[in-house]
Nanobody, 121 residues
């Protein structure tokens, strides 16, 4: 089994910063890619940022220039540095990982439980 645990959410004023972490643990052969998603009340879950096994990041247009995704392979941990936060960044943030388990040829996605980010005016 694979577990993803997010941390770092909280309440911050607009213009402030937060850093989210997502730690993967369990029986992992390889993490192929990881990503951060968010879901605000009444809205669909959207991809915020992702990072490949090689460290190549991609971002949603709404967060480009403000958010930075990174990872530490040795710790199986991904981070999301969020700067210049806006009210519209308020959402539950979820990490996901595409993982290949030992002795398996295919991969599957695992999700964390989420962490709340609330941006106040």
């Amino acid at each position: 089994q694979v577990q993803l645990v997010e941390s770092g959410g909280g309440l911050v004023q607009a213009g402030g910063s937060l850093r989210l972490s997502c730690a993967a643990s369990g029986s992992i052969f390889r993490i192929n890619a990881m990503g951060w998603y968010r879901q605000a009340p009444g809205k669909q879950r959207e991809l915020v940022a992702s990072i490949t096994s090689g460290g190549n990041p991609t971002y949603a247009d709404s967060v480009k220039g403000r958010f930075t995704v990174s990872k530490e392979n040795a710790k199986n941990t991904m981070y999301l540095q969020m700067n210049s936060l806006k009210l519209e960044d308020t959402a539950g943030y979820y990490c996901a990982a595409d993982v290949t388990l030992p002795m398996q040829t295919s991969s599957r996605a695992y999700w964390g439980q989420g962490t709340q980010v609330t941006v106040s005016s």
